[in-house]
């Protein structure tokens, strides 16, 4: 597994941040240095982690997002930041940053974010979002999902809007599912189809995500839908694998979202809008595979591109138009 999976960075109260590492990571034993330029660091050695746990407290009076230089004992050195990008009210908003690629390079922090809706940015998290630079928002919302998740974002950044049913074939589809009083392994069933659709029926609305990529200015890119987890989650899961990230990785990143997604915020939601009973409980077991993120939904997905196409690269050839010179400048782009 890529060290960066190996490493996790969080906030605490008092301006601290808090970096832990698992035994098996070789930044167990490292100095720790700090930088809101993630290609820029300073002499300066803020703190070590020992045991794979460092506390560190510092200003920062503009808030400004922070990253860090562990360099191990060994002499190995690698750059994280927390995962979870903070911005008051947003959904399930992380930076893709870090991760290794087959080239040796790494996935640039702070150039590719993905969320689910932003409807509910506080004041604080619009001047949190903004710091971001975020010039592109490729949004896969349908028309009437953002009418009622609508926001205006600081900055004035390009929207693109590359609508994705979010079900099958039609907007109602969940509606008609749970109308049948379907049971748990029903809605499983109907998640993992619904990602294959998400191949086999999207595939113009992905062709346009890498042309956009490929041909918008170098600002910052944020991906996002109505949750951040299956139609943004596919196509960062196709960039990640077309900038030569490996699948392993790819799936740590998609199941990111079991982390970050509020569930227990939206079951009550999500009940009332498919009019579920939750009688004895019931209804909730039966829309909790709806919230949940699953590695069997993404893997679903990768088995149909797998079978038919023998892999993501050659989808994206086959399918989305990209060819060599085109993974090459994605690569210029969005890696370090």
């Not at 205006?152 to 109602?172: E, N, R, W």
């Not at 086999?200 to 109505?226: G, M, P, R």
């Amino acid at each position: 597994m890529d060290q960066i999976c190996s490493v996790a960075v969080s906030s605490l109260v008092n301006r601290r941040h808090q970096i832990t590492c698992l035994s098996s990571s070789n930044f167990y034993d490292a100095t720790v240095r700090c930088s809101v330029d993630p290609k820029s660091f300073g002499d300066e050695i803020i703190g070590r982690i020992i045991n794979g746990k460092c506390s560190i407290a510092f200003d920062n009076p503009d808030n400004d997002r922070q990253y860090f230089f562990l360099e191990s004992a060994s002499g190995g050195s690698l750059v994280c930041a927390q995962r979870n990008v903070l911005l008051q009210g947003s959904v399930n908003f992380r930076d893709i940053g870090g991760y290794l690629t087959e080239s040796g390079k790494r996935i640039a922090w702070g150039k590719i974010f993905r969320s689910g809706h932003l409807s509910n940015l506080t004041a604080l998290g619009k001047i949190a979002f903004a710091k971001l630079d975020v010039g592109l928002v490729v949004d896969f919302r349908l028309s009437e999902e953002k009418a009622s998740e609508n926001a205006q974002l600081p900055g004035d950044p390009t929207v693109c809007q590359l609508g994705i049913t979010p079900g099958i074939g039609t907007a109602h589809y969940f509606h008609d599912l749970f109308a049948t009083k379907p049971s748990e392994i029903d809605v499983v069933e109907a998640m993992q189809e619904m990602m294959r659709y998400l191949v086999t029926d999207n595939i113009e609305a992905y062709s346009q995500l890498f042309q956009l990529l490929l041909h918008s200015d170098n600002s910052e890119v944020l991906l996002n839908c109505s949750a951040g987890k299956e139609r943004t989650g596919l196509g960062v899961a196709l960039l990640l694998e077309c900038l030569g990230v490996p699948r392993e990785t790819v799936l740590y990143d998609f199941m990111l979202s079991k982390k970050y997604f509020p569930v227990g915020d939206e079951i009550d939601r999500v009940l009332q809008k498919y009019g579920v009973s939750n009688e004895n409980g019931e209804g909730v077991k039966i829309i909790m595979p709806l919230l949940e993120t699953r590695e069997s939904y993404l893997n679903a997905a990768f088995d149909y591109i797998d079978k038919y196409y023998g892999c993501t690269k050659a989808f994206a050839k086959q399918c989305l138009g990209l060819g060599d010179v085109d993974f090459v400048m994605l690569q210029n782009k969005y890696t370090d």
